[in-house]
C-alpha cells in the first residue's frame, strides 16, 4: 500500500475546492502544502522516535489526512475558524467516510486514522484513550503545530502578505497583548483560542504548545527550526516577554540535553 497512493488522493480531493477565485484558492492551497508538510514532520517524528511498521504507516496517513475537514469547511463557511464555523476535527472524520479511499487498511486502521484526525485538534487528550491511539495523535499534534508555528509567523512578520483568515482576523497591535494570554502560557497551561484579541496574542498562544509537545524529538525540531527566536524577535521587548523567553529557552534546552 505506498503511500504514494494515499497523497494523489488527498490532493485531488483538496484541489477539487479550487475555483479559481485568487482568494479562496489560496487558502485551499495553504491547507494543501500544510498537509504535505505535516506529513513530513509527522515521518521526522517517528524516525527520531523509532517508531516503524505499521503504526508508523498509519500514523503517517493520519497526519497526511488530519486536515482534510479543512476543505469543505473553508468551502463552505469561509474560515478556519471552528467557532464560527464547525468543528475541522470532526469534518474530517465525516470527510474520510464518505470519499473513495485507496484500498489496502483494514476497518480498524481506518477507525485508528479517523480517531486520530478527530483527536488532533482538541485541547486535551483524555487519559482513558488507549496508549496507541493517544501515540498516534501526539504525533500528528506535535507535527501539526511545528507548521502551524512557521505559518502564523510568516503571516506576521513585517515581510508578510498577511491573510485575515489566516490570522483570525486579530487586531494587528505591535505592542499589544492580552495579560491572559501571556499569563495562560507562562503558567505553562494550554490557552484558548477565544482569549485572544491581538496578533501578538497568537504568537504567545503558539509558543505555549512548546510546554505540552508530546515527544523529545519534536522539542529537538523546534529547536533547530529558529522559529522561536522568530516569535520573539516580533514580540515586544518588555520584562515579562523577556521572562517567558528565558523559561521557553531553558525548556527547550533542558528537553533537548538533558537524559532520554
Known amino acids: 500500500m505506498p503511500l504514494s497512493r494515499h497523497i494523489e488522493t488527498f490532493t485531488a480531493y483538496a484541489s477539487s475546492h479550487l475555483t479559481g477565485d485568487q482568494e479562496h484558492d ?10 504535505l508538510r505535516v506529513l513530513d514532520n509527522a515521518r521526522a517524528i517517528l524516525e527520531g522516535e523509532n517508531v516503524t511498521g505499521h503504526t508508523a504507516t498509519l500514523t503517517s496517513l493520519a497526519a497526511l489526512y488530519h486536515d482534510i475537514g479543512r476543505f469543505p469547511q473553508y468551502t463552505e463557511y469561509g474560515t478556519f475558524k471552528d467557532v464560527d464555523s464547525t468543528n475541522h476535527g470532526r469534518l474530517g472524520v465525516l470527510t474520510l467516510r464518505k470519499i473513495d479511499l485507496p484500498k489496502g ?15 488532533h485538534n482538541v485541547k486535551e487528550i483524555r487519559s482513558e484513550t488507549p496508549a496507541s491511539l493517544t501515540a498516534m495523535a501526539n504525533t500528528v499534534r506535535d507535527a501539526d503545530k511545528l507548521d502551524i508555528y512557521s505559518i502564523i509567523l510568516d503571516h506576521l512578520g513585517d515581510n508578510s502578505d498577511s491573510k485575515p483568515v489566516v490570522i483570525h482576523s486579530l487586531e494587528d497591535r505591535p505592542h499589544k497583548y492580552s495579560q491572559v494570554v501571556f499569563d495562560t502560557v507562562l503558567s505553562g497551561r494550554s490557552c484558548d483560542y477565544h482569549l485572544m484579541r491581538y496578533t501578538n496574542d497568537f504568537i504567545l498562544l503558539i509558543t505555549g504548545w512548546l510546554f505540552n509537545l508530546g515527544f523529545r524529538t519534536s522539542v529537538q525540531l523546534f529547536a533547530q527550526s529558529g522559529l522561536v527566536e522568530q516569535a520573539f524577535s516580533i514580540l515586544p521587548k518588555d520584562d515579562k516577554i523577556q521572562s517567558l523567553e528565558e523559561k521557553v529557552l531553558k525548556f527547550m534546552h533542558y528537553k533537548t540535553h538533558s537524559a532520554p
Open 105 to 119: 487498511l483494514t476497518d480498524k486502521d481506518w477507525r485508528a486514522i479517523r480517531t486520530t484526525v478527530a483527536l
Open 26 to 35: 489560496y487558502h485551499i492551497q495553504l491547507k494543501i502544502d500544510h498537509s
